[in-house]
């Protein structure tokens, strides 16, 4: 029997619609009353608060995107004043020009309900002991589904990540029911397991709730085959709330959108248009009851679609399909947003090297690797060893700590990188996923 | 009182090397000494040869990664604790040698080294107060 953490989720399409209708239409009124950036753009665009009564009405709406964060950084798109902040997150980026979000105590309170609803979709309740290896800190992963498993009342195993080893003995000891990581930690963690001696008799893990990196199908079955667990897919990303503004049921076809909060679309990338259901574009979303930042249709770059096709866990909310890329260049490695222009900045900042470059990502025991491939500038001293592996390893620091990421760093020598007469091609992504 | 070292940049493949001699050779440029330090991926070949400027001009031509390292050349007599007493005058002075080879001179009873180090000029002076015999690139270019 299928369980439902809110009645919401079943609800029938009229009334979903015009809840989402009210919604929007106090959000519009709220950003144009207290972002600036917004009624700047409303007031360009000839549009009223007052303009905007249905769902409908939502494409008459500007676009919001990454680089209005960066350009307003750090609070300039907050619609709340600093008393009514709690929390402050931020995703990784170049130093200085991180994305920041900020959330109300209303906002913490229904984050922990979007995601109450994906531990429930994933059979969790009151009885789990719910393992949380997400990283904690300004990554939305950690306390995302941490707030989600207090929501249910379960009891919140806040491990965190990394320590591979001390993860199983928790496993164990601790009797661990419910796991939420990235699916790459989880095979390695499946992995370690098995290299460890320890059987899935040894454990008590029912089921995981994977996310924050792109996932397949076949890693879904080598995870749920080395954990003897049911894996779940989530979906969020930080702008909009974290995990949890979409997530998978048992049916593990696609991911319910928790619509009464992020109303999503899928458009055209190039030309801006709403594509029909079905269709495959441009994931955007409208955050219908953010008070702290309430962003209006923001472009998230992944590649999707939508549909409303009756699903057989009874859950009525709108399902998007597994994103299948990206409308940018943005790499995830190791659940870490990379940008090959953010690895360029550091590159051109430390100015030992050549503005030419090769990124290239692979997955190593499951583990997203990275190299950096870059040349040495002509006039460099590199007659001995040291100076070249000096200059390596400066280059892995400025990269390890601007982007977060620990990276592989090789000095080719001049011109043995292809140049491109168009578009460069700066990533080999060999990871097969 | 330094001399002129040409170093190349040796990716691991199969006929690298050959084809770096082999531009050396047709550009009639001799090699007086040779050194190559290996890594698990490159190598580093440093050359002394009889006209350093025409053999980094032809291999940059062609494409490799060169450059004119200058380094101290000394004469050591061909004698056990010969090299020693050279290289104690440098520890004395504070001076660490980054990488040293040597090669057999025209002379039976000397052998060059080449010394690449951090100071050269405070590396020479420790070597002169001591009385070791700086080699001057002239005499090791020229046959």
Same mark, same amino acid.
Not at chain 1, 47 to 62: F, G
Not at chain 1, 101 to 106: D, F, Q, S
């Given at each position: 029997m299928e369980r439902y953490w809110n009645t919401i989720e079943t609800a029938p399409a009229h009334e979903m619609k015009a809840l989402q209708s009210l919604r929007l239409s106090q959000t519009v009124r709220h950003v144009y009353e207290h972002v600036p950036f917004y009624r700047? %753009?409303? /007031?360009?665009?000839?549009?009223? *608060?007052?303009?905007?009564?249905?769902?409908?009405?939502?494409?008459?709406?500007?676009?919001?995107? %990454?680089? /209005?964060?960066?350009?307003?950084? *750090?609070?300039?798109?907050?619609?709340?004043?600093?008393?009514?902040?709690?929390?402050?997150?931020?995703?990784?980026?170049t130093t200085g020009k991180q994305t920041v979000?900020?959330?109300?105590?209303?906002d913490i309170q229904i984050w922990g309900n979007c995601c109450g609803r994906a531990l429930t979709a994933a059979g969790a309740d009151a009885s789990d002991f719910v393992h949380v290896s997400y990283g904690y800190g300004l990554f939305t992963g950690g306390l995302g589904l941490h707030a989600g498993a207090e929501e249910i009342h379960a009891t919140v195993i806040p491990v965190s990540s990394g320590n591979t080893k001390r993860q199983l003995q928790i496993f164990k000891d601790f009797g661990s029911t419910i796991l939420c990581c990235t699916p790459s930690y989880a095979l390695f963690l499946g992995e370690s397991l098995r290299d460890m001696g320890m059987d899935q008799s040894q454990i008590s893990l029912k089921a995981g709730i994977f996310g924050a990196e792109p996932w397949s199908d076949e890693m879904r079955w080598k995870i749920e085959d080395l954990l003897g667990i049911k894996a779940y897919d989530i979906y969020g990303l930080s702008e909009i709330m974290g995990p949890g503004v979409a997530f998978e049921c048992s049916e593990q076809t696609g991911m319910h959108v928790n619509e009464d909060h992020f109303y999503p679309e899928i458009i055209d990338p190039d030309t801006g248009e709403v594509l029909p259901e079905g269709e495959v574009g441009e994931l955007v979303f409208t955050c219908i009851t953010k008070e702290a930042l309430p962003l209006i249709r923001y472009r998230t770059r992944d590649i999707a679609s939508l549909t409303r096709e009756k699903c057989s866990c009874g859950r009525t909310l709108i399902k998007m399909k597994k994103p299948s890329g990206r409308t940018d260049d943005m790499l995830i490695i190791r659940g870490v947003n990379v940008f090959p222009s953010q690895v360029e900045a550091v590159l051109l900042e430390l100015g030992d090297t050549a503005p030419h470059y090769m990124l290239i990502v692979d997955r190593v025991g499951n583990l997203d690797t990275l190299e950096i491939q870059v040349e040495m500038k002509e006039d460099?001293?590199?007659?001995?060893?040291?100076?070249?592996?000096?200059?390596?390893?400066?280059?892995?620091?400025a990269v390890a700590s601007t982007l977060g990421i620990s990276a592989k760093v090789t000095l080719l020598p001049p011109k043995s990188i292809a140049r491109s007469e168009g578009k460069a091609v700066r990533v080999i992504d060999k990871r097969k996923i | 009182m330094t001399m002129k070292q040409l170093s190349v940049f040796v990716e691991n493949k199969p006929g690298t090397l050959a084809e770096i001699t082999g531009i050396l050779g047709e550009n009639s440029i001799d090699m007086r000494a040779l050194s190559v330090a290996d890594t698990e991926r490159y190598g580093i070949l440093r050359l002394i040869v009889d006209h350093p400027k025409e053999a980094e001009a032809a291999l940059k031509e062609a494409g490799f990664k060169v450059s004119l390292t200058d380094v101290i050349a000394i004469a050591v007599s061909n004698q056990p604790g010969g090299l020693s007493q050279a290289l104690r005058y440098l520890a004395k002075a504070g001076i660490a040698v980054e990488y040293m080879y040597a090669f057999v001179s025209q002379k039976a009873d000397t052998a060059y080294v080449i010394l690449r180090v951090q100071d050269n000029a405070k590396a020479v002076k420790a070597l002169e107060e001591g009385g070791i015999p700086i080699v001057r690139g002239e005499e090791v270019y020229r046959k």
């Open positions: 700047k %753009k409303f /007031d360009e665009m000839h549009i009223k *608060p007052e303009d905007i009564q249905s769902i409908d009405d939502i494409s008459k709406l500007p676009f919001t995107y %990454k680089q /209005d964060l960066r350009d307003n950084y *750090p609070y300039g798109l907050f619609a709340v004043p600093v008393e009514q902040l709690v929390r402050i997150h931020a995703s990784s980026g979000v900020g959330y109300t105590a209303n460099m001293e590199f007659d001995a060893v040291r100076l070249i592996e000096e200059t390596e390893a400066k280059i892995k620091s | -």
